[in-house]
């Protein structure tokens, strides 16, 4: 038995949380979703007892963090969901030890966050490890040089000259570097990288 679709957003990414509400519609019939930008306006909304917490780890103000405790104390029956954009062990764990259901990353595709979602509504236990942690992409040292390059913004010609390679070479090098990453852009690829510590 499913419990009820009241779910709450809590991150301070408006475009992110617009994002995931929008997703989280689209996969959940009759969804009634809260957000907020911070735990201090989480708990000033007036709503009734969310079934569903998603809370991202890093907030203005109180982190996510430290506000598990909060968000159990205001509404005990909340199942909460970590996010980050970042997967670092330590921090799954101190999540898990402080009462989440679930640690899931930014990066992650939509249908795994769904997915997630999906079990810990339905009672069930989640890895205490980052489902699915999205792992750095194997590209061989020319690529990586390549798209360190790219993240800086520089055109395939400039990456050329700075490698000392023709730029019909450098293009299939981003070609391959898109496929490595399975993104479509040169933007999306730069964000990928980063959110994946690929590059810094």
């Known amino acids: 038995m499913l419990l009820p679709p009241q779910i709450l957003l809590i991150d301070d990414h408006s475009l992110f949380r617009c994002g995931l509400r929008m997703v989280l519609s689209a996969a959940i019939p009759d969804l009634q979703a809260s957000e907020a930008a911070s735990l201090e306006e989480a708990m000033a909304l007036p709503i009734g007892d969310p079934a569903l917490v998603l809370l991202d780890i890093q907030l203005q103000g109180l982190s996510g963090l430290e506000g598990i405790a909060l968000v159990k104390r205001r509404w005990p029956q909340a199942a909460v ?6 997967v670092a062990p330590q921090k799954v764990s101190a999540a898990i030890e402080r009462g989440a259901a679930a640690f899931v990353s930014k990066a992650e595709p939509a249908d795994t966050i769904l997915s997630v979602i999906a079990q810990v509504r339905r009672g069930l236990p989640v890895s205490a490890q980052a489902p699915a942690a999205p792992q750095p992409a194997l590209l061989t040292p020319r690529q990586s ?16 000259r700075r490698l000392d390679l023709s730029e019909n070479t450098v293009r299939g090098h981003v070609q391959a570097v898109l496929a490595a990453l399975q993104v479509s852009s040169r933007s ?8 994946r510590g690929i590059v810094t």
């Open 188 to 195: 999306e690829a730069s964000f990928a990288a980063r959110q």
């Open 81 to 86: 969901i970590m996010l980050s954009s970042e």
């Open 145 to 160: 040089e390549v798209l360190a390059l790219m993240c800086q913004g520089l055109s395939n010609k400039l990456i050329g």
